[in-house]
């Protein structure tokens, strides 16, 4: 069989949209992640800032985790790369302090029971929780697992190895 070089054009062109429609064809199963199956995704429940996978590897375009942090800890200053963040609080009183680099002084912003945040791709953040109760917060990121760079400090170089929360 022999195709002409128009036809065979039209069905690269065909091919390559065939990504971005087979969801609107076909689209995918609903997920639900139950609370009892959220399982910590690094050192487990004792560490001071539990984050928990809830939706990691089912898009290719987003992932949810919740973050527990126990009273009196804060995380390392970090970045996420090229993921875009959204924080929702869901309980407890917890800041995040932000900066877009060493030449910028760190702003703190209080995050209370159903604010959002958003943190945008390469900001260097930290979480914190100065109270006497566990802050919870949901997060949202642009990509099918999360991304995180810790690094040496503010401005700093990344971090060889993951500081433990």
């Not at 984050?51 to 942090?69: E, F, N």
């Not at 930290?126 to 109270?131: A, G, H, R, V």
């Not at 700093?156 to 433990?164: H, I, L, Q």
């Amino acid at each position: 069989m022999c195709f002409s070089p128009t036809f065979i054009s039209i069905m690269s062109g065909f091919f390559s949209l065939l990504p971005d429609l087979l969801p609107m064809i076909m689209p995918s199963q609903v997920q639900i992640t139950k609370a009892s199956e959220l399982e910590a995704q690094r050192d487990g429940k004792d560490a001071a800032m539990i984050r928990q996978g809830a939706v990691i590897g089912k898009s290719d375009r987003m992932c949810a985790t919740v973050l527990i942090a126990k009273p009196h800890c804060s995380s390392a200053v970090h970045h996420h790369g090229e993921q875009e963040t959204i924080i929702y609080a869901a309980s407890g009183k917890g800041r995040l302090v932000t900066s877009s680099g060493a030449d910028e002084e760190p702003k703190r912003h209080e995050l209370s029971p159903g604010d959002f945040a958003f943190i945008p791709p390469w900001t260097e953040h930290q979480e914190i929780n100065e109270t006497g109760e566990k802050v919870v917060w949901i997060l949202i990121r642009s990509g099918p697992e999360p991304v995180v760079v810790y690094l040496t400090g503010w401005g700093g170089n990344e971090a060889k190895a993951d500081p433990v929360d």
